[in-house]
């Protein structure tokens, strides 16, 4: 996923005391460094707890190279963060039933028959919300392709009112432009998947405000505090991108004079 998003930068499935830096950037300047653990054993983003405890080979330690290959930005996600969404996870566990019931008492406040998509990121969590809203239609990574197909489907035909599912099933490429209300119960720590999943609401389409309940604990402001922090940086880096795109439009702005010296002939079956 890292590699498709990101086709320009290098990515090195491997331990940081085996890499040698001027190997790999042979020369080149490296403007950001990222060690994370292996995304197999444990995901900060996910916000759950390592499934391996014998990983430990990757992060515990980054290592910074000298010139030329000295990153302008090195970042790390070591064992401190391991320990702190360890925590999360357990925390989330023990306030799934009580983010459930608010999330029932929320679709409870919605008036008439309006359609809802309620999201999830573990399957406890959808079993909580399963017990508290018995009348949402759950869609899961365990069903086959056509069962997911045929739940989306209800939901965007509006067969189905009330959609139980997770971002990484239904966060990407569905167009739901006839619902306005999204519930989160709950977060990760992936700013990327919050905001697909709030996008599959404001499309070309959508005539109303899209409201976007976040339920979550107060023992889980961090996760949130993250996610607003990315959102402000992603705002940062598309207006920096557009200032940068402005000053290379105008920098190479050429204009060149059209001087025709041929005579346009069409074909026969035109012609005629």
Same mark, same amino acid.
């Given at each position: ?123 406890y969590e959808a079993e909580a919300i399963r017990a508290a809203i018995p009348e949402a239609v759950e869609v899961n990574g365990k069903m086959t392709p056509d069962m997911k197909e045929e739940r989306l489907d209800g939901f965007s035909t509006g067969a189905i009112r009330i959609l139980l599912t997770k971002p990484s099933i239904a966060g990407y490429g569905l167009n739901w432009q006839h619902c306005n209300h999204a519930i989160f119960t709950g977060l990760s720590f992936s700013y990327e998947s919050f905001y ?22 107060? $023992?889980? #402001? ?16 598309? $207006? ?7 000053? #290379? ?24």
């Amino acid at each position: 996923m890292h590699a498709a998003n990101h086709p320009i930068t290098v990515h090195l499935q491997e331990n940081v005391w085996k890499v040698d830096p001027d190997a790999v950037t042979q020369g080149r300047p490296v403007w950001l460094l990222w060690a994370s653990p292996d995304c197999r054993h444990h995901s900060k983003a996910k916000g759950g707890a390592p499934v391996s405890r014998s990983v430990r080979g990757l992060v515990d330690i980054e290592t910074i190279p000298e010139e030329p290959a000295r990153p302008a930005a090195p970042l790390a996600v070591a064992a401190q963060h391991l320990r702190e969404a360890e925590a999360i996870g357990v925390e989330k566990r023990l306030t799934a039933s009580a983010r459930a019931e608010e999330t029932a008492r929320i679709v409870a406040s919605i008036a008439g028959h309006e359609p809802v998509c309620i999201w999830c990121d573990t399957d406890y969590e959808a079993e909580a919300i399963r017990a508290a809203i018995p009348e949402a239609v759950e869609v899961n990574g365990k069903m086959t392709p056509d069962m997911k197909e045929e739940r989306l489907d209800g939901f965007s035909t509006g067969a189905i009112r009330i959609l139980l599912t997770k971002p990484s099933i239904a966060g990407y490429g569905l167009n739901w432009q006839h619902c306005n209300h999204a519930i989160f119960t709950g977060l990760s720590f992936s700013y990327e998947s919050f905001y697909q999943a709030v996008r599959r609401f404001y499309r070309f389409g959508q005539k109303r405000p899209v409201n976007a309940h976040v339920v979550m604990a107060d $023992t889980e #402001a961090a996760i949130y505090d993250v996610v607003q922090r990315k959102s402000g940086d992603h705002a940062a880096m598309k $207006t920096a991108m557009s200032d940068a795109m402005r000053r #290379a439009a105008v920098s190479h702005a050429q204009m060149q004079s059209y001087n025709p010296n041929q005579k346009a002939t069409l074909p026969t079956w035109v012609a005629a």
